[in-house]
């Protein structure tokens, strides 16, 4: 395996000779068009390394460009109103020179110039985290968006502050759902009446309309709920995978079919043109959409009225305590606690329940399969949108089948969701992973490419949106009597036994993974200590 660096840490040699000499080394991708022909010799980890400082170096070029936009802004507009009633009033003529210079429409330059402004008055602290490279120019765009309800309030400064300490925590780029599920958080404990107010709006701005494309094409959209919406799509969904595989359509050619029939009230047909097709295709009104489910996780307190913490919707994200009792209070809706009823507490305020099922200490109960589920909210795999309930909950450190005390154990530290692609590319192929708490009681996941490069996981999940989770402890059930002690050895005596290898070739993967992981922690808790001694 070769060691393990970061990305901005690589190939020295290339950084004499940027492509971008007025960048500071620390930004620069280290790829310089004369050295093309040196590649084939270069290692893949600095070739991913440099393709993360390009990442960097994109983000502090999208500063100054803000930076230039904003010092525009105050020239030509300064403290007047952007809100002026003439069609060319000066933010207007402003943006003009910004939409002639890099031939983009004018709307597209107003969008430049409000996001600068926004990060120049609104977000100071996370506009020096793009300057920085902790945040992508596309990912401070959504921030950007995602706090205009807050723009003006006594409380914005202390939301830029904290998200921009949020960014702090993390060294590689962030998940588009995990940095939209962090910021809601903070805009909704700092402003909830807002939030509220926002999807009184938005509801009442509910719509559906056509859109004319090319080629006799026509685009069908509607706004509507955020459950309204996934149960729309899972119907669609789940009608269209009811054609048989010779079925010649595409996936996205079944989905539309799909869609059309669910709202024509017309039957779905199977294109497979066998007359014994065996597909089992539910007739028009047949009530199909009754059997998707919606995951909505909230604390009980706030269903029951006693609080208006924020809920979480799978597959969408951060909801009002409001929303979290309208999606209660429906006819259709199952109320299922993770710590099952009757469950003792313990002195300290904490429930402790079983970690897996009694007869298979490698399947987790329901009751910590739904914890994971919860806790992670998305799949853990950076840039993976799946939601973690329809994802794969994966033992980090492979469970140890022969000897189950040896490693691998079905516990909350030892379990996360990964979508199923990569579930199976790290089973089959050379990817480990890791997971561990950091110094401020985190849960942070690192992914190692077959080369030994470590990439970062991303540091947010939903146990700072809930943390009651923190209270549930798991523990193995008891054993029933008699039961046979998963570890026993069921080989032949010795002197029947044929002759064996040391130990599996499976066993000897698991440790090889197991070494690698030792070898990650021992440098990332020696680089805490330099951190810890710096500071």
């Known amino acids: ?86 069609l060319v009033d000066g933010f207007a003529d402003c943006a003009a020179r910004v939409s002639v210079a890099l031939a983009i429409t004018q709307h597209a330059a107003e ?10 008055d609104r977000l100071p602290q996370v506009s020096e985290r793009l300057r920085e490279g902790r945040i992508s120019p596309e990912r401070v765009i959504a921030v950007i968006a995602r706090t205009d309800l807050i723009d003006g309030a006594d409380c914005a400064a202390e939301v830029d502050a904290q998200i921009a300490a949020e960014l ?18 903070i805009v909704y404990r700092h402003d909830p009446d807002a939030v509220r107010e926002r999807r009184r709006r938005a509801l009442d701005g509910r719509d559906a309309w056509v859109e004319a494309k090319a080629d006799g094409v026509a685009k069908v959209a509607a706004t509507m709920s955020a459950e309204n919406a996934r149960i729309s799509r899972d119907s669609i969904v789940a009608l269209a995978v009811t054609a048989c595989g010779e079925d010649p359509r595409t996936i996205a050619q079944r989905r539309s079919d799909a869609a059309f029939a669910l709202m024509s009230h017309t039957r779905f047909e199977c294109l497979c043109g066998r007359d014994d097709c065996p597909a089992e295709i539910a007739e028009p009104g ?39 009792r309208d999606l ?37 109960s329901a009751a910590l399969d739904t914890y994971i589920r919860v806790r992670d909210g998305h799949s853990v795999v950076p ?8 994802g794969d909950v994966d033992h980090v450190v492979e469970y140890h089948h022969a000897d189950p005390s040896a490693g691998g154990q079905t516990v909350p530290e030892n379990l996360n969701v990964k979508d199923r692609f ?38 947010d999940n939903l146990e700072v949106l809930f943390p009651g989770l923190r209270r549930i402890r798991f523990a193995p059930p008891p054993r029933a009597a008699g039961a046979a002690d998963p570890r026993a050895d069921d080989l032949a005596p010795d002197d029947q036994a044929p002759p064996t ?22 440098r990332r808790e020696q680089n805490e200590r330099e951190g810890d001694e710096g500071d």
């Open 1 to 86: 395996m070769v060691s393990a660096v970061a990305g901005w840490e690589m190939s020295r040699w290339w950084r004499a000779r940027s492509p971008w000499p007025d960048l500071p080394a620390f930004y620069t991708g280290d790829v310089h068009a004369d050295d093309v022909t040196d590649l084939i010799g270069t290692h893949v980890n600095e070739l991913v390394g440099s393709m993360a400082s390009t990442q960097r170096a994109r983000s502090y070029l999208a500063w100054h460009n803000y930076q230039l936009a904003a010092e525009l802004h105050r020239r030509l507009v300064g403290d007047r109103d952007v809100h002026d009633v003439l």
């Open 111 to 120: 969008q430049v110039i409000v996001q600068a402004v926004a990060l120049r």
């Open 168 to 185: 702090d925590v993390h060294d590689g780029p962030w998940s588009a759902e995990r940095l939209r599920d962090m910021v809601d958080r």
């Open 286 to 324: 047949s009530g199909a959409a009754s059997r998707i489910v919606i995951h909505v996780v909230a604390d009980e307190n706030t269903i029951a009225g006693q609080a208006d913490n924020a809920g979480f919707v799978a597959g969408h994200g951060v909801i009002s305590g409001e929303h979290v």
């Open 328 to 364: 209660a209070a429906r006819p259709d809706a199952v109320v299922t606690p993770i710590v099952p009823p009757g469950t003792p507490r313990n002195p300290d305020g904490t429930w402790t329940v079983p970690a897996h099922q009694p007869a298979d200490p490698y399947r987790p």
């Open 383 to 390: 840039g993976n949108a799946t939601s973690a309930f329809v």
């Open 422 to 459: 990569f579930h199976i590319l790290k089973t089959f192929g050379s990817w480990v992973d890791d997971q561990y708490r950091d110094r401020r009681g985190r849960l942070r996941q690192e992914f190692i490419t077959p080369e030994g490069l470590v990439i970062p996981g991303d540091p």
């Open 501 to 522: 290898r040391p130990r599996s070739r499976l066993a000897a993967k698991y440790a090889r993974r197991q070494q690698e992981r030792e070898r990650n922690r021992r």
